[in-house]
């Protein structure tokens, strides 16, 4: 006969002898060492930088799977007792809820272990990989063979994975960075248990599951990202050719106004593909955040101050913007594209500065390493800038029109200066989109601090989104209040889809708002 066992958080709705009827039935499917429930495990996947309690979003434990199988069984499971698990692949997810689900009591399926990468094929630049394989380990299996592809990853790379990244839409920084749309294929474990393989993958001793995304008939794939209607168990993903030449490039501005021209010339080199890769625009703070601290040049209350801005500036050497990209091809086209992008930058006064000028300039070798898929963790180093480990991303999409930026900086940085906080910002000039990525950094020890911080987060929401400006993406504690601002029908059409495909409503509920 079992102990009664005694939990501090249960699933929601679900009793304390049918959660322990659940975990013994985990246990004997997975082994006791695979499903965690002690205090200590289970802090390791509660662990966030959100403004918000941790109550908010502590799991009732965590479940880590080895196969498709145990997956598969792990959702009979789930439905027997109704226990909600919340997927997580490499779960760093970092400013964006880390590992933890967006409610309380869901159990964390870490599919950590499932880390295998079962083809990379150098002719067609595909691979296929499982939700544990880290970008590092990717990065790792190409060198080793020394095969001549690139990876595109988030900023903090190693510790990432291209699965996990890819289906919460996250983007890189190579021609190849937004990285859904360089997905190909899909296998999905469905909450009965049934498992879909998406595009080609449904036709038996097919192989084109990688190289053909669009299948027949509806397209499925997208479902499947910023979503809970399946746990996806590969991801077939393109990689770019090594290029025979890169030319990392970065341009400085003096001037806070200067954004406007700066994005007005960057659009049509962006949308005619000259400038191939998504070109990030890094305010001064930003590009400072990740070696200064703030307390060295201001201790005052609310935003930091101009002068103290302008002192950073000064002793680091930054411009008000800086501007990155960088062009890939043959030497001959990267040549004849340079004296164009060249040209259009410095007519607009910029300063044009290649790895010649720069040389080891850690801030530029880190961009440079970002834009060609290499290995780095060092946008971490933001954290630092004010210290006590808050971060909350916050992304509004607009047109990549120069007209956009100023008003929208004058918005965040009005609200962020009511609650004392400091504009850390970049725009990211996507193809047709900016992307206008705030981090909202805040002291979490502090819990007036983090109180204003929920509340200055909240405010940037409504204002914003009553401006026309939707998210991107957002972290766990915002989900709900993002779906909102896309309008009731789109949240219909979810509810109705996931009632369909997941009934007892056992996968991630609340991801992206979507409940049953
Ligand atoms: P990374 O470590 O690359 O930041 P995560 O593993 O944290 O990525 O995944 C980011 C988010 O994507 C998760 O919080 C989860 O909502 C979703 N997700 C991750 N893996 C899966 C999966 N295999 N199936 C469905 N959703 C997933």
Same mark, same amino acid.
């Given at each position: 006969m079992k102990m009664k066992r005694e939990f501090s958080i249960l699933p929601e709705g679900v009793t304390s002898a049918n959660f322990g009827q659940a975990i013994n039935e985990f246990e004997t499917l997975l082994g006791k060492e695979s499903v965690i429930i002690n205090a200590e495990g289970v802090a390791s996947y509660a662990k966030i930088m959100l403004p918000v309690d941790d109550e908010a979003h502590q799991p009732s434990g965590a479940l880590v799977p080895r196969s498709v199988e145990d997956v598969q069984a792990i959702m009979g499971i789930c439905n027997k007792y109704r226990v909600p698990v919340w997927p997580i692949s490499t779960g760093k997810n970092l400013g964006y809820g880390?590992? &933890?689900? +967006?409610?309380?009591g869901q159990m964390v399926l870490d599919l950590?272990?499932?880390?295998?990468?079962?083809d990379v094929d150098a002719d067609l630049c595909t691979a296929l990989v499982e939700p544990g394989v880290t970008f590092q380990q990717l990065h790792d299996y190409i060198s080793e063979r020394n095969l001549p592809l690139w990876l595109s990853c988030p900023a903090?790379? &190693?510790? +990432?994975?291209p699965l996990g990244n890819t289906v919460d839409r996250g983007i890189g920084y190579t021609p190849y960075g937004e990285h859904f749309l360089f997905s190909c294929g899909m296998e999905v474990v469905m909450a009965d248990g049934q498992v879909l393989k998406t595009g080609m993958g449904g036709i038996p001793n097919s192989n084109t599951w990688q190289v053909f995304k669009w299948g027949y008939g509806p397209y499925l794939d997208g479902i499947f990202t910023q979503s809970n209607m399946g746990i996806v168990t590969k991801l077939g993903l393109w990689l770019m050719p090594a290029p025979p030449a890169f030319k990392p490039f970065m341009v400085r501005f003096?001037?806070?106004?200067d954004i406007v021209k700066i994005v007005e010339t960057i659009r049509p080199l962006r949308i005619a593909q000259v400038i191939p890769n998504a070109v990030v625009i890094a305010h001064a703070l930003w590009e400072a955040g990740s070696t200064v601290v703030r307390k060295d040049y201001y201790t005052g209350e609310g935003s930091i101050s101009d002068t103290a801005i302008a002192q950073i500036r000064r002793e680091h050497n930054l411009g008000a913007w800086s501007v990155y990209a960088g062009l890939y091809g043959t030497p001959e086209q990267v040549e004849l594209n340079w004296k164009m992008v060249s040209q259009a930058f410095k007519s607009i006064g910029g300063e044009v500065l290649t790895e010649t000028e720069l040389g080891d300039n850690p801030v530029f070798q880190y961009r440079a390493s970002l834009m060609r898929g290499d290995m780095t963790l060092r946008e971490f180093g933001l954290y630092n800038w004010r210290g006590g480990g808050g971060s909350s991303w916050f992304a509004p999409v607009s047109q990549a029109r120069g007209s956009e930026t100023l008003k929208q900086m004058k918005l965040a940085q009005d609200i962020l200066g009511e609650f004392g906080f400091d504009y850390v910002a970049e725009f990211v000039v996507g193809w047709r989109d900016m992307h206008h990525i705030i981090d909202l950094l805040?002291?979490?020890?502090n819990v007036a601090e983090r109180e204003r911080a929920n509340a200055c987060f909240n405010k940037l929401l409504d204002e914003f989104s009553k401006q026309g400006y939707g998210s991107y993406r957002t972290n766990t504690a915002y989900m709900k209040k993002v779906a909102e601002t896309f309008g009731p029908v789109k949240q219909d059409v979810e509810r109705k889809i996931k009632r369909a495909l997941d009934p007892n409503g056992i996968i991630a509920p609340g991801k992206s708002g979507i409940y049953i």
């Open positions: 880390s590992a &933890a689900p +967006a409610t309380p950590r272990k499932m880390n295998r990468i079962l903090p790379s &190693a510790i +990432a994975g003096p001037d806070d106004g805040f002291d979490r020890t």
